[in-house]
Each structure stands twice: as C-alpha cells, then as structure tokens.
C-alpha cells in the first residue's frame, strides 16, 4: 500500500490529453490507484457539470475540486460541501473595469456558466484554441448584459474568467489586477485568459479542506498540474508534480516533473507509485 492516501489531479493539460481525452492507460492507473484505496479527486478550473463525461462517469470518483477550488462537489450526495464567492459588489466592480479593456469575460455561478451575448458572439476573434472556444459557445448561456443580469439576480459568483488577444496585456493584467484589487486571486490556465476567485477559493485551500474532512495529512496528499492555477495545488500536497507540457512556473512549484499528459505522464507516475511507493518517484 503506497503512503500515499489522496491523489488530486488537474484536467485539461495534465490527465487529459491536448485533444480533452482520458486515454486508456490513464484511466487504468486510476482506477488501480483507487482499488488500493486512494482517493482520486478531479481538480479543475471548470464547473462540475463543465467537466467531461469521461471523468463524470468515473465509478471511484466521488469528490470534485472545482472552479479553481471554489467548490468541492460530492458526486454521491449531489451537493457541494464548500462553496467561496466573489461578493456581488466586487464582482461589478471588477467587470466595470474590464469594459475598458479589450477583452471578453464569463462567469461561473449556480453551477454554470454565463456571458454577455455580444461577448459570446465574438469569442472567435478572442479564442483561437478550438477545445476553448467549443467551451465558451457551449456551457455559457448568452444573457443580455453580465452586469446587469447578475445584480438583477443578485448572484455572487465564484469565478470571473477573461479572454484577450493581447497575451503581453494578460500578463501584465496579472499584476495589475492584483494590486488594484487585493482580495481576490488572479490565476491562468490558458496562455490567452485569466481567471477571478476569491481568496477563500485555490485548489490547495479546497485540497486542504477535503484532506481535513476525510482524515488525511497533506503529506499524504499527491497532485498533479500543469497551469499557473495548479502551483499553490502543488506546493501544499505532499507531491507535487508538474507536467512535462507545464508552464516554467508550475515546474518550479513541483517536487518532480511527469511526462507531458500526450505521453500519459500522470499515468505512468501513478503505476510507479502503485508499484514502488512514495519513494519510488522521489
């Protein structure tokens, strides 16, 4: 038995290859790892019902970190066991801002998607990635204005999420927003987007929460990413590991390095940690 009790993994770019598949070494060294007892958590900046069905069909998964660790889903009970906000006020406030920048932007709420009509009918100029923009025509449902629909709803929502041509301006945006707007947390998946939480949100604050929950230490804890949403992740768990494909920041973060997840790189480090325990992949 591996010491080794929960194993959190990043979706798209990390279990998932570039073309959004579970392939099938991937999905049996899941499942090898579960039948030894582990916990296999999805860990992923989509919302739940966002997440593809090859990984919302998986029997042994029962826990979902999702929206960048603003909810933790129980598939079982159909309910989430912890759920973080943007308050509404500064939700406006931050997408009052991002008007004056040549972006478009979405958000995560109520267990879906949503975005300006206008915006959504122009992510083709914003998103050249097909996977994405099948994404944002798909699980957002087009309302006539963001702003306005979430004040008369009266919606706080979990994530804010943006798109822009300009990738040098959502670097910069990084920092900018950040400063300008302290409380909250600015991380990316994608080289072209940006993603809002707030800061009671982040895969490593959601890990901690169901490690605690389920009676495990966070050096018991493996996760596995490959976007600047998945550092924190990999710094608090136990085993941090990047993927080969992982932007320099994330390999940084990680206390090893897999294959990149077209070469089943989470796959194989999961059998070596099955087959030789935690001391055979550090």
């Not at 798209?12 to 570039?18: A, I, K, P, Q, V």
């Not at 308050?87 to 958000?107: G, H, K, S």
């Not at 798109?163 to 072209?192: Q, W, Y």
């Amino acid at each position: 038995m591996p010491d080794c009790k929960l194993i959190a993994l990043d979706l798209d770019g990390t279990l998932l290859n570039s073309a959004k598949e579970l392939t099938p070494r991937s999905r049996a060294a899941l499942e090898a790892a579960a039948g030894a007892g582990i916990h296999i958590v999805p860990a992923t900046g989509r919302f739940y019902r966002g997440m593809p069905e090859c990984i919302r069909s998986l029997p042994f998964v029962r826990y979902v970190i999702s929206i960048n660790g603003a909810e933790i889903y129980d598939t079982k009970e159909e309910k989430a066991l912890y759920s973080a906000v943007i308050p509404l006020p500064e939700a406006l406030e931050v997408l009052t801002y991002l008007d004056t920048l040549p972006v478009i932007y979405d958000c995560y709420a109520l267990g879906w998607g949503y975005m300006t009509a206008r915006m959504q009918e122009a992510a083709e100029e914003y998103i050249s990635y097909p996977p994405s923009l099948s994404m944002v025509r798909e699980l957002r449902d087009p309302v006539p204005e963001l702003k306005a629909y979430l004040r008369e709803k009266d919606i706080s929502p979990q994530k804010l999420q943006l798109f822009t041509r300009d990738i040098p301006l959502r670097d910069k945006l990084l920092g900018d927003l950040a400063e300008r707007f302290p409380h909250l947390v600015f991380t990316a998946s994608l080289p072209n987007n940006l993603e809002i939480n707030s800061r009671e949100a982040g895969k490593d604050r959601a890990l901690e929460v169901l490690a605690a929950q389920l009676g495990i230490s966070m050096e018991e804890t493996m996760a596995f990413g490959d976007g600047l949403n998945d550092v924190d992740m990999l710094r608090a768990s136990g085993v941090g590991v990047a993927m080969g494909n992982a932007h320099p920041a994330v390999k940084q973060a990680a206390d090893l390095i897999a294959e990149d997840c077209d070469c089943d790189g989470a796959a194989k480090i999961i059998e070596t940690l099955l087959r030789e325990g935690r001391g055979g992949i550090l």
